[in-house]
């Protein structure tokens, strides 16, 4: 997310009662998790096992639990709770706001677009030309809907993401501040739902089409031409590059790179990064012609086991 300023980390770290390290005059300029964070923004980490990923990363702000080197051109908040501190900032500087009506009055909609009856649409939404919204579906706050886009029944885009920490009192969920952006051309079938970013855009390339109950993580970021058929799931932060299929129920785990081209059989299971152009099968899924000669070869075991 960006920030309405430019702030000091002065003036960050007294937001949250916190000491730092560094010029006090040292800038931020926005706040992002990990997996998004750009020159001048701040980030957090609260285990010893991603210092290193945080500290490195183009983030130009630590928020961390433990004093430790800052790197040339960086700056250091240190907290005893980083997640909680990273929480209090974007509650900070982007509040939740219930909604009693629903269409939000602070949206843009194109006149060409047709919004359905029963559509909630949220605060700061932006609505293209051409665009059908069917009922029943919501339009979470800040989401941009590009031109000649579909958004079918019940759909859900801008949900919060899906992204907790584990405490002794149980799970405490971070703040979205994030949004989804679905651009030209996207149709999206009934009953899915795409979660938005925590702190940035889920985004969903021009042209791709989605069928019915899919669901889409925080954060992934989908190509141009890409198709997926029903009931796939996609975790967070996960990248498909230009025209992907996925066909039904295949799932991704967190932090892949699908490569361009890629096709996907049903029911498959993608734990790690699948190479541009190939086909894969299985779950684990593997190249679909390695997978097709193990399906034969199993089909023979009963009659190796007969000859023993």
């Given amino acids: 997310m960006r ?62 639990d433990k004093e430790v080197e800052c790197p040339e051109g960086k700056a250091l908040i240190i907290s005893k709770t980083p997640f909680d501190d990273f929480n209090k900032l974007t509650r900070h500087f982007s509040p939740y706001v219930p909604q009693s009506v629903s269409i939000a009055e602070n949206i843009t909609i194109e006149p060409s677009a047709i919004i359905y009856p029963n559509v909630f649409i949220g605060h700061g939404a932006k609505i293209g030309k051409n665009v059908i919204v069917y009922p029943g579906a919501v339009i979470g706050d800040n989401c941009i809907l590009e031109d ?54 889920t985004e969903i390339g021009e042209g791709t089409k989605i069928d019915n109950q899919v669901h889409i993580g925080h954060d992934t970021v989908v190509g141009k031409n890409c198709l997926m058929a029903a009931n796939v799931g996609i975790a967070g932060c996960v990248v498909l590059k230009d025209n992907v299929t996925l066909w039904g129920q295949v799932g991704c785990a967190p932090d892949v790179v699908i490569g361009e081209g890629v096709t996907v059989y049903a029911q498959s299971g993608i734990g790690k990064n699948l190479q541009a152009g190939k086909t894969y099968f299985g779950s684990p899924c593997v190249d679909s012609k390695v997978k097709f000669k193990e399906m034969a070869a199993l089909r023979k075991l009963p009659e190796i086991l007969e000859n023993l």
Avoid at 9 to 15: S, T
Wanted: aromatic residues 8%.
């Fill in 3 to 64: 920030l309405n300023r430019l702030y000091t980390v002065k003036e960050i770290a007294a937001l949250i009662g916190c000491s730092f390290v560094g010029d006090e005059n040292h800038k931020v300029n926005g706040i992002n998790e990990i997996h998004k964070v750009v020159d001048g923004d701040l980030v957090f980490v609260d285990h010893p096992k991603y210092y290193d990923k945080a500290l490195s990363s183009a983030a130009t702000t630590i928020l961390i």
């Fill in 148 to 201: 000649d886009v579909i958004v079918g029944p019940n759909t859900v885009i801008g949900h919060y993401a899906f992204y907790y920490k584990k405490k002794d009192t149980g799970f405490d969920r971070m703040h979205t501040v994030g949004a989804v952006h679905l651009k030209k051309r996207v149709e999206i079938g009934a009953l899915c739902t795409i979660d938005a970013g925590v702190s940035a855009m």
